[in-house]
């Protein structure tokens, strides 16, 4: 088959069962990329931006227990998969492993048992990736694990999971990169017998897969094509699905013998589901589905992707940043009529009412809300920015802070001039409670409209709150370049030197109100 011309071409990026791309003809110590330019970008900042895009879009993981285990993540063209696997590299943003251990299926080659590429790392446009050689030597004392160099050079299945790691992962991480053959059924426990002692509490375990292919293009038509086929499709997966959440690995090969369905990783996924066979605190969650002929709009040929996570629930959370303050709504309410009383002050300087009320809504307030905290009081007026004062530091009680920003933001925001009475009725007062700064590794460790940031560089220093660059609908990329920027650097400043801290806030926004 001909190598597609264009960049990213739309059924070119599809996970076609024969392989794509080029890879050097004589064994070399860096395994090259395959695929760059085709499936997906070549360039090193098109792509680092590109996937980080597709990470700061993806659902904010909530509320979880336990680190993650392992992932299912498809491994076509960005276009087609990209929206579905980075709902599971996101879970894992911004945490630190010694191991990646990444199961790919072989679309071609014809070995049996699992292969290992002669080479001492993987390359992508985002860099080298090194192999675990200690790890991997130990592997191949197994019979079961070949080196299968032609399996290798043209095969998607691994590389498509590697750019998504080089982003979302805290850089120190070694690569155990297994293309997985023809298996016989006394195969897989075998398999996962050598895998067990490398899944310790510091190793991610990703197993690269698509599901349904269906169409001539894939040999594969269980129903003819009509207006039923995007729930057909849906069912078949759904009964896979049912298997793998269920750690059935007998079930999920039945459900194949029967219906044929063309998983491409079924075999990495059976050795998934005989790791954690006995282990029912390894839980399965399907994160999102989509499928290529919802996107092309042509199910004849259709390919779907799932995300799945697995979460080990008897371990510790996973290391993510402090959480939010948790303030009640009633709380929430009661910080913002100050931060309203303190605005009407500031505006109406000789209104003794004004004043007696912001006092006496002072001397009410609960104990709890007497602690410290960061605090930022934001105006706007017609959609417009009016005034933004606050700190970040826990400096004074909260409802102090709240009241003392109220009256800065309408006063002494050296941006506007003071706010004057008539102004009061068209603002929208936002008040914002943050939680305590926490230090970061790496602007990579910075989540975009989850995460406040502060940078700090050669005695110069700005903070974003959260919001901005949601509004802005900013990546990381260009929050931190506007960052430097308003710190009065030059806006690459944040690449090399910078210092990052990181915080969380709880936000209440309503128009004004006496």
Known sequence: MKKPQRAIPLLGLLCLLLPWGAFARTTAPVRPPAVAGSWYPADPQRLAAYIDDLLDRAAP?????????????????????????????????????????????????????????????????????????????????????????????????IEMQLPFLQRALRPGWKLVPILVGRMEAQDYPAAAALLKPLLDDRTLLVVSSDFTHYGPRYRYRPFPFDERTPERLEQLDQGALAAILAHDREGLLRYWEQTGITICGLHPIAI?????????????????????????????????????LFRDTRSGDDPRPD???????????????????????????GDEQARKRLQGLLEQVPEHLQRPAGVFVTL??????????????????????????GIHAARDDWRFPPLRPEELNGLEIEISVLTPLRPIDSYHDFRVGEDGIVLEKNG???????????????????????????????????????????????VYKAPYAE
């Open 61 to 157: 993981p909530g509320e979880t227990k336990g680190r993650v285990f392992a992932l299912i993540s498809p491994h076509a063209g960005y276009v087609f998969s990209g929206e579905v696997a980075a709902q599971g590299f996101r879970r894992v943003q911004g945490q630190s492993f010694r191991r990646v251990v990444v199961l790919g299926p072989a679309h071609s080659g014809g070995f049996h048992g699992l292969s290992i590429a002669p080479v001492s790392a993987y390359r992508t446009p985002l860099g080298d990736i090194p192999l675990d050689a200690e790890a991997i030597a130990a592997l191949r004392r197994s019979p079961l694990v070949g080196t299968h160099a032609e399996a290798h050079r043209e095969e998607h299945s």
């Open 272 to 308: 998934l589901l005989e790791l954690i066979e006995d282990r029912p605190e390894i839980e399965g969650t399907l994160l999102k589905r989509d499928t290529s002929g919802r996107i092309t709009g042509d199910y004849r040929t259709s390919v779907s992707y799932l995300s799945i």
């Open 323 to 349: 959480p939010a303050p948790h303030l009640s709504d009633s709380d929430m309410r009661l910080l913002h009529r100050i931060a309203t009383a303190a605005v009407t002050v500031a505006a109406r300087p």
């Open 380 to 405: 706007t007026e017609h959609g417009r920015l009016r005034g933004c004062i606050g700190y970040i530091e826990p400096r004074k009680p909260l409802v102090e802070a709240m009241a003392e920003n």
């Open 460 to 506: 110069r220093s700005a903070v974003f709150l959260p919001e901005v660059a949601k509004e802005f609908g900013w990546t990381r990329e260009q929050t931190l370049s506007h960052l430097a920027r308003k710190a009065g650097l030059p806006e690459n400043a944040w690449k090399n030197g910078a210092r990052f801290k990181v915080f969380r806030t709880q």
